[in-house]
């Protein structure tokens, strides 16, 4: 049941949550394969891309999880999200992982020039549907996501949701990363960690180190059961594994980075004399990876915070203002609406926040939930009322948008149906559940901003 309740929590997550990326370090253009049909990402040549299959990836307590980063310090650490609500991207193209009927995954390209969406393999003649492809990734209990940083793409699963999972599909289960060219050429395990280990929040990369929020789970006397979470540095190139100390906060996870700093955040649930059920909320502080300082931003707060690069932002309805804070200098300016919100009960962001915009969510008595756009450099709200041909009954037809492209441009969907995926399970039988199948397109920001449907369609290639 846990499975179908997680299943069924993504597949609302996507149809809910309006799309988002955040940019990631530029890669080469990928090169036009002739006949309209685009050619996958270059691959890495060199030492890089002949490492050999199935390196060990080795660990190293630390201090502070970047402590081994060396020529990296000065390099500033970018928030990746964790392929939510679908993908991620660079500044040539956007790579999705896509379950196929059987569960199993095809991680998918889309390129912004030529307009195209492909499968990451080469070969015309390909099924997309073995080992002997590129594009696929068997499925092992756990969603995961395809994520581009500088030459290369890590395709991550994220770890068992329950233990069944690994009697099911064993290694396959655990948490681990593969490492490939951006045309998905050279794939070898980058790192796979125990099955009492699993990834939770949100993933952030310097120019050598990929940071995640590990949760472990270990057995203590007395049957008990102790949760902790720890920040991991993985070495982009070997796997090899920097720690930081464990943490016991609630919840802990990656939501943001600025400078060298991961912004983090926590629950608070802490109830005494002092404090109250009204005072619970969300803590955010940030970490040092190079010295494993621990800095508070704010105390317990309600809900309603998003970072957007160095900055931590808070819609504040009753002064119809954003607010921005600076993580690295504490400075704090706030950026009027401009408009009456006053009939709204709240209004929360949804999803990471893009280069220049929030996606958020409006909430009036009543009424069925709006969607908006909120301008990170002038505070003004756009409201959202463009729909898309979407299944009879959807409760949400807004044009979701995936990633910012650049300054000028959206990559959104024009349409989306359902189709039905059946996961195995450990008695021989499937769990059928639907998902979203999107057709992708191009959109102007200001064509969004404006409710004008002026999509550029995004052309399928392959079966």
Avoid at 81 to 97: F, H, K, R, S, T
Wanted: hydrophobic share 35%; proline share 7%; aromatic share 8%.
């Amino acid at each position: 049941m846990k499975k179908l309740f997680c299943a069924v929590c993504l597949f609302a997550l996507v149809l809910s949550c309006a799309g988002c990326t955040v940019p990631v370090p530029p890669a080469q253009n990928a090169q036009d394969g002739g006949a309209g049909m685009p050619a996958p990402p270059p691959a890495v040549s060199g030492a890089a891309a002949g490492a050999a299959p199935g390196a060990e990836a080795s660990s190293a307590e630390a201090s502070s999880a970047g402590a081994s980063s060396g020529g990296a310090a000065e390099t500033p650490i970018r928030y990746l999200g964790q392929g939510e609500p679908l993908g991620d991207g660079n500044e040539a193209g956007y790579y999705y992982l896509s379950h196929r009927e059987d569960g199993s995954f095809n991680i998918k390209y889309v390129d912004y020039a030529s307009c195209t969406e492909i499968y990451l393999c080469s070969r015309p003649e390909c099924a997309h549907d073995n080992e002997s492809c590129t594009a696929w990734r068997p499925y092992g209990g756990s969603e995961g996501c395809a994520v581009p940083v500088g030459d290369h793409l890590y395709t991550m699963f994220y770890g068992p949701l329950r233990p069944e999972e690994l009697a099911v599909f064993g290694e396959l289960a655990k948490m681990h990363i593969e490492i490939s060219g951006l045309d998905g050429s050279g794939a070898r395990e980058l790192v796979s960690l125990p099955a009492s280990e699993s990834l939770h929040d949100g993933i952030a990369a310097d120019a050598q180190h990929l940071y995640m929020t590990i949760e472990t789970v270990e057995k203590i006397e007395d049957d008990g059961t102790r949760y902790f979470r720890q920040i991991y540095a993985v070495d982009l190139q070997d796997g090899s594994i920097s720690k930081s100390a464990p943490m016991e906060q609630n919840n802990l996870g990656i939501v943001g980075a600025a400078g060298r700093k991961l912004i983090l955040r926590y629950y608070d649930v802490t109830l005494d004399e002092t404090h109250s059920l009204a005072d619970m909320g969300d803590v955010y502080c940030t970490y040092d990876v190079d010295t494993g300082e621990l800095h508070a931003l704010t105390g317990s707060v309600p809900a309603g915070y998003i970072c957007a690069g160095e900055y931590l932002c808070r819609i504040d309805r009753e002064q119809a203002c954003l607010q921005k804070m600076n993580v690295l200098t504490g400075e704090t300016v706030s950026l009027p609406f401009g408009r009456d919100l006053s009939r709204y009960e709240d209004i929360r962001p949804s999803c990471s926040a893009m280069p220049d915009y929030i996606l958020i969510l409006l909430y009036e008595p009543d009424q069925p939930v709006q969607h908006g756009l909120l301008s990170l450099e002038t505070g003004e709200i756009f409201l959202r009322t463009m729909e898309i041909e979407a299944p009879e009954g959807s409760h949400d037809k807004t044009a979701p948008i995936f990633a910012q492209i650049d300054e000028k441009t959206f990559l959104t969907a024009r349409s989306y149906a359902n189709r039905v995926v059946q996961f195995p399970l450990g008695d021989g039988g499937a769990l059928g559940l639907p998902y979203p199948e999107y057709e992708l397109a191009l959109l102007p920001v200001e064509s969004c901003l404006a409710n004008r449907p002026d999509f550029t369609p995004i052309q399928k290639v392959g079966p």
